[in-house]
């Protein structure tokens, strides 16, 4: 079905079962291919975090030069009882939760109405992934100007003219980003990652068997009652993957708060990414920016470890066919 | 990438069957296939075409904001700031002329540079890696995938404080080179993990051949896995791509004047230019077509390499 990874057929092939009895040589030039990767990603992703973790045990502002000297875990200490940085958290919690939600269920119907053959449904497909491809500052910076924007954005461009429609004199100049900042993040990033989620959840519903549909269409199933007891289940493991994958990229979202609203007003949509930025280019605080990236890591780590387990099972479902 | 054309013929293929989404699934079998066509027509029955329209009107409306950038890009500034907006304003291309004055184009060449190179790079890497995880698969090579996996999770602004510091020390600052490394190891998860998906599906048969001919693991990578994985190479060249020359944190952190790429020229544009609505939505179109056409061109493979190759 949709839902595969060959590899795991692959784990009880002769040559993998055999591997462990291979002689040292055979087993080293099995391993061969795999090193240059494996040595660069430790080198490029391991020894960044290992520093990390020294300098976040350091007093060190660029700013105070001379000053650098070990203090434990006391920008710990500052980490969870900076303001700014508890503003963060729950901001990055709130942006994340609501740009995956959203974006999940828009997917969803995205993916439900694209799922029936219709004239242009190819097209339509296509227009629809745009916004994906379109590069993130270029989407943040065209929200901002083109849409925001109070005087001639287009989401004001539009209310004038539909006010203009009914005979007023001029529509409502809302100023989208200052009065309501967070949506505004939220709805651009929205536009960006739902045509992901369509993406992951269309090829899910086009991998249910039809068979099972026919059956239940002949038992005279409703449309909603197919849905609700058959596409549902069948969609979850799609579903965990897209709000697992659609986390971790948008736990990271740096692009749209630094284009969009550079944080504010004040800390109103400051994420931990945007934070630890300004503590490391604007604060020069480098132990305190590096004991943030440390609890940053230590709580990616905690949903990633869901995360695999997710595709783990996405593994195993595919072995047991 | 000589692939392109398979992948872009096979899309316009699925295109004008009426059902690129299909082509997207799993290479349906011959009986399911029957199965689906007994399906369609049926769900289409239950639709019909006020459901049409909805999809339509929905599609064009999540399309109205890339719409109104090309368009706007293509009118004055003059017009580009009338509320309510003037749709049928006269049609210029002033606004790209002025980019390429501005010279947009040394952000343009890094950017590609960052972006072919890194993709390049991590090819190298990840095919003969994926050929260890998949046709000869060292022992334990899950554990090994779930590694190269768990580096994607980690947050790259909590690594942006020591790249930038050792990037400085050894005078890599404003260098195009720290960008590609950076870039190589940020997709080689991505790659690494299609690649794997799609080697598995190269026949056992033809390898074994191979190999009782005697040819070499460089031979039969170039000779018997290539050909039958270049699509998949591909689609998986293009997502890196695609992630590469959207990157932008890495780029505005460790860039200045000498190796900016397409997405700084873009902020730095819009702060020293003051706001020019028309000139910047030129801007963010012409940095933008790049992946828009190679995400069309692949949208087939899309999902299998956003998924990470589990979903096809």
Known sequence: MAVTTTAPSRGTAPGAATSSRLPAAARWARRAPLLPALIFTIIVTQVPFIATLIISSLQWNVLRPGERHFVGLSNYGTVFTDKRLRAAVVNTITLTASVVLISLVLGLLLAILLDRRFPGRGLARTLLIAPFLVMPVAAALLWKHALYNPTYGLLNGVLNWIWQLFGADTGPSVDWISSTPMPAVVAALVWQWTPFMMLILLAGLQAQPSDVLEAAR????????????????????????????????????????????????????????YEIYLTMFRKYEYGEAAAAGVVVVVGTIIVATFALRVVSSLFREEARR | MTATPTTRSDALAAERSGSPTESSAAPPSAPRRRLRRQRDPDVAAHGGPIWTLVAWIVTLFFFAPVAWMVLTSFHSEADAATNPPSLFAPLTGANYDLLFSRGIRPFLIN?????????????????PAAYALSIKPVEKWTDVMFFFLSTKFLPAIAALLPIYLIVKDIGMLDNIWSLVILYTAMNLPIALWMMQSFLAEVPKEILEAAEVDGA?????????????????????????????????????????????????????????????LARLCAAATLVSLPVLIAGFAAQDKLVRGLSLGAVK
């Open chain 1, 218 to 273: 002949v038992d005279g199933a409703g449309a909603l009652k197919t849905f609700r007891f058959i596409t549902l289940p069948h969609l979850r493991q799609y579903l965990e993957l897209s709000v697992l994958l659609g986390s971790i990229y948008i736990v990271q979202t740096f692009d749209a708060v630094f284009t969009i609203t550079q944080g504010g007003p004040g800390t109103a949509t400051t994420n931990l990414p």
């Open chain 2, 111 to 127: 950017s590609a540079t960052a972006a072919i190179i890194s993709t390049l790079l991590v090819l190298a890497l990840a095919v």
């Open chain 2, 216 to 276: 070499g693991l460089l031979r039969v990578l170039w000779n018997v896995v290539v050909p039958v994985a270049m699509p998949g190479l591909a689609a998986t060249a293009l997502i890196c791509f695609i992630f590469s020359w959207n990157e932008f944190m890495f780029a505005v952190n460790l860039t200045a004047t000498r190796s900016a790429t397409a997405p700084v020229f873009l902020v730095g544009f819009i702060t020293n230019e003051g706001l020019f």
